[in-house]
């Protein structure tokens, strides 16, 4: 299929000899946290074990049709219908819609309005903004960045310019032993923030808050359906290393062959939180069952929620990691008079030394039947949980000579991730 054919809708099942999966709008409202903090007793989406097992019982009862459940288990019940909903998209599709997520929809037009304000300047006024680092910061011109090397593909340069952005750490934050380690110097420093609009840097810090908000809210509900107890994320995430990305993508008026906004790739981290304008020109999924190409249109008040390769890893494989990719809009759209696209991608890292090995409940099939896990230090069984290939989902599961792994953390893990993409690019000339 061509890279700027036109795509079905993942919102809704396509025709043809293969029903389409569906992209589902899950309401997560039953499991967001109200206004106290997460961790005291009082917090409506934190639950005791009482109420855990509540829940999963009405997962059960919920999965076999049973209609068995007391007035008094009402929002376990809500939240059991989540949970069974969750489970389903992350195991067959990778990527899911929420609504229900408590972020201000007015902050995210305001942080599209400034980011636009920002990305409209000069060239060399944004420039200012770009500094070399470990990881992905600051500002990166149009072309200049290329996301099929995550497959381990080589593909003409990416049609998307960003600012990125990490975690909020104060100087006298980052004094802090912890942050001063080898590894944690990788993950972890100061951001730089535009003079020239200054608006941008509460905007984004609103923003980054709310997100924090929200990704603790959704490993709670991830817990709970891996059926591990609502806090086992908490510690691995309380100094996390997400990163922010302002993305804009402008009219260009002779893309290079092959040449889209962004190449097909799967994302490096736990899980990737999206907001997206309704601009023309948009994010596509890779059909695990059909290979086809899904569109992901913006939907009122909702959120995209994809899974990243670390959560894929985490759970062994169970969870899925779906191809995804950002096409340039029909020909008939692109024109010099198209307003540029926008979104904001929020890429969930755990803390740089959180272990990662397989998850308790995860290295066991349905039928009890032990399946692969995180052993072998060559990599090549866990290489086969990752959907590396040819970008349009056929994964190769053989590497002659795969990169060590030592993945038992987290900046382990994404060394040998991008160590991993970096040799099959090598060895693709």
Known sequence: ???????????????????????????????????????????????????????????????????????????????????????????????????????????????????????????????????????????????????????????????????????????????????????????????????????????????????????????????????????????????????????RYPFVAHPKRNQIRIAPHTDLDLFTIVAQDAEAGGLEILSPLTQNWLSVPPLPDALVVNVGDALTFWTNGKWRSTMHRVVLPPPQLHTPALRPRHSLAFFVGANYDAPIECLPGCSEDSDGKEVRKHEDSDGQEIRKLLPLGDGVGQTDTHDAHPPQCDATTYIGWRRWRVKLAVDRMKSAK
């Open 1 to 247: 299929m061509s890279e700027n054919s036109d795509s079905k809708s993942a919102s809704a099942e396509g025709g043809g000899d293969h029903d389409e999966q569906e992209c589902v709008v899950i309401d997560i409202s039953p499991f967001v946290e109200d206004d106290c903090d997460d961790s005291t007793p009082s917090s409506r989406s934190t639950m005791n074990r009482t109420e855990h097992d509540e829940l999963h019982r009405c997962m059960h009862a919920h999965a076999h049709a049973q209609d068995d459940v007391s007035s008094s288990s009402v929002l376990s019940e809500r939240r059991a219908v989540v949970v069974s909903q969750l489970i389903h998209s992350f195991e067959n599709l990778g990527f899911l819609y929420i609504t229900g997520h408590g972020v201000d929809l007015e902050l995210i037009a305001q942080l599209f309005a400034r980011s636009e304000q920002f990305f409209s300047q000069s060239e060399s006024e944004k420039r200012k903004c770009s500094y070399r680092a470990p990881v992905p910061r600051g500002f990166i011109g149009l072309d200049r960045e290329n996301f099929a090397c995550l497959a381990g593909e080589t593909k003409p340069n990416d049609l998307v310019e960003k600012l990125r952005f990490g975690p909020m750490l104060s100087a006298d934050a980052l004094q802090d032993p912890y942050y001063n380690t080898r590894d944690a110097k990788t993950l972890c420093f100061a951001n730089m923030w535009p003079e020239s609009v200054p608006e941008l840097q509460p905007l984004v810090s609103q923003y980054f808050e709310a997100m924090e908000r929200l990704m603790r809210t959704l490993l709670r509900l991830f817990a709970v359906a891996l059926n591990l107890p609502p806090s086992f994320f908490r510690d691995k995430t309380d100094r996390h290393t997400s990163i922010l990305s302002l993305n």
